[in-house]
């Protein structure tokens, strides 16, 4: 079996990103000179944290093979890997607009989501569920349905 592999855009996070850093730089621009040589480290720790947002989560890859789940943003620093024996089952859900974006704790467990409001609940046995935001819900709930071990562990 091919392992699945889906990699969703958070279009509107990037695009938030753009938007602050056109507004950071308008900002350093009517700084004065005397502003910006008191706190150099103010206008580059601005740009950087916009940056290092952007490249953090804005983008939310998931890939289920024969033996896991692995979910990761960007460029690989957060992640979470989900052992397909510790699932019990998954199910389409959709994510409160409240709950964002983003890696954070809900009532209805952890949620990995760069953007939209489609996601797939991963109940497992010996933790806190799941939540992984897709644009691809149909898909990433069967990939892991697909690769379910039959026992008696499934709800």
Known sequence: M???????VGWKLAAGVIVGLMLAAGLVSVLSTATREAAPGLVYGLFGVLIVALLLFATLTVT???SEIRVVFGIG??????????????????VRTLWGWG???TPG??????GGRD???????????????????????AAIEARLPANDKRA
């Open 119 to 141: 996601a797939v609940r991963i109940v497992l046995a010996g933790e806190r569920a799941v939540i992984v935001g897709t644009d691809d819900v149909r898909g990433l709930a």
């Open 77 to 94: 620093l957060v992640r979470k890997t989900i052992e397909l024996a510790d699932v019990i089952k998954c199910e389409p859900v959709g």
């Open 64 to 66: 289920v093979d024969g």
């Open 109 to 114: 467990g952890w949620l990995y989501n760069v």
């Open 2 to 8: 091919t392992p699945y592999r889906h990699r969703q």
């Open 103 to 105: 890696l954070h704790w």
